[in-house]
């Protein structure tokens, strides 16, 4: 699998947090390679299972979430403009005069307006999303017409490769762990597994872990590996809790995890020589392992992070090679791994 052009094929579909299914349709056609009865359940999951086919074989839950930041049309504003809600955490710092797009029953253009520094009584104000509009070029009259309260807006911006392997696009939170899982499927020699794997592509979890809730309660698992993001090096951040990008998968720590599925999978790293780095959490996770973990009876749970530079921006920022590193380790885990 080209793990570039699989991460480009999912960054450029749309999903904002409960409108995800252009996006879920991409992953599920990957997905259905490996488990060919996959499928979008009612709370808008891709959800696939691959039968190890050993008898009374444990089930390893893989979930990465398909939903993306964005926001909502809230109403149409007496001059056209619109005005909008967020879905998820945007960085509200970088939003004003950004061109997006409209999602309806087309797509429409448009611009989220701002003042000009002439006339602006305190331009280094960071803008709360409430005081967003987003300039379509409309009358009020022509607005009614084409958007509807609910649709979703999300900021253009385009998949670009920069230098030494590594991209730039919105939604890399968590298409890239998306495309983790669908790389670790392609890496495992599926008559070496000692798990039956379910895999979950899980929608909304940027607006309170929705999609996961109903997915573990019906899948059931023993264990789970959750593979999301986190903090990347920046010049201005602390080295103490980000890794650096290329440094390979960050193997969660955490109160909320499982410590021995955190030591099984770090022998295993050191085993296999995946790179990775050591990510502490102290309480929760901010992932959806929180969820997973208190489904049903309890499930053992641990957190696979991939480093991204410029969370919740149109342009975060993934080296390939950890995102390889992540399959690596999913797939050397899950007991399929060729070379394990």
Known sequence: MDILETLKGLTDATGVSGLERNAAEIALSGLKKYAPDAHIDHSGNVVGVIRCGVPGAKTLMLDAHIDQIGFIVTCINSDGSLKIGSCGGPDMKIML?????????????????????????????????????????????????????????????????????????????????????????????????????????????????????????????????????????TPDSN??????????????????????????????????????????????TGTNADSIAVSGKGVKCCTLSIPIRYMHTPVETVKLCDIDSTARLIAAYAGGDTND
Do not use: W
């Open 97 to 233: 005069a950004q061109s997006v797009t409209v999602h309806g029953n087309e797509e429409i253009r448009g611009v989220i307006s701002t003042l000009p520094p002439h006339v602006s009584s305190d331009h280094t104000k960071v803008a709360e999303v409430g005081e967003l509009s987003v300039d379509i070029g409309m009358s009020k009259e022509q607005a009614e017409k084409a958007v509807l309260p609910g649709d979703r807006v999300t900021v253009n911006s385009a998949f670009r490769t920069l230098s030494d392997g590594t991209v730039s696009a919105p939604s890399i939170d968590d298409r890239s762990g998306v495309c983790a899982i669908l790389a670790a499927l392609e890496m495992m020699d599926m008559s070496r597994l000692k798990y039956d794997i379910a895999v979950c592509f899980s929608a909304q979890e940027e607006t309170g872990e929705r999609g996961v809730k109903p997915a573990a309660f019906s899948i059931q698992p023993d264990e789970a590996l959750v593979v999301d993001v986190s903090f990347g090096r």
């Open 239 to 284: 080295e103490y809790d980000t890794a650096l990008l290329g440094s390979g998968v960050m193997i969660g720590v955490s109160a909320a995890l499982d410590r021995g599925m955190t030591n099984v999978l770090r022998e295993t790293a050191e085993r296999c020589g995946i790179p990775f780095t050591i990510e502490v959490m102290p309480s929760s």
